[in-house]
């Protein structure tokens, strides 16, 4: 998947213009809470349980400070509350936009 023709913040929520034309809106909360990274998600161990993670918090006062741009493949976030780990795929935040 090829990355966002256009990046910007409108308020609170991420607006993506993707090369195809479409768009996607994200609100800062939900993209916060869908972070790939262990420290939100947990990990999975060799026996597929999972350690660790931040199910069920509180996110609805978070924005989006920054962003940049991971290899061609991801975009990571910077968070106000200090999240700044978590890689998003082009596809993770297209299915993201489209919840």
Request: hydrophobic share 35%; net charge negative.
């Amino acid at each position: 998947m090829t990355p966002p023709k256009n990046i910007q913040l409108i308020g609170n929520e991420l607006a993506l213009i993707w090369a195809d034309g479409s768009e996607s809106y994200i609100k800062a909360p939900i993209l916060r809470a869908a972070s790939p990274s262990a420290e939100t998600a947990g990990e999975r161990d060799i026996l597929g349980v999972l350690h660790g993670g931040e199910h069920g918090k509180n996110y609805s006062n978070v924005e989006i400070l920054s962003w940049q741009f991971v290899g061609n493949y991801a975009i990571r976030f910077k968070f106000s509350d200090g999240h700044a780990t978590g890689l998003y795929s082009y596809e993770l935040l297209k299915q993201l936009g489209e919840g």
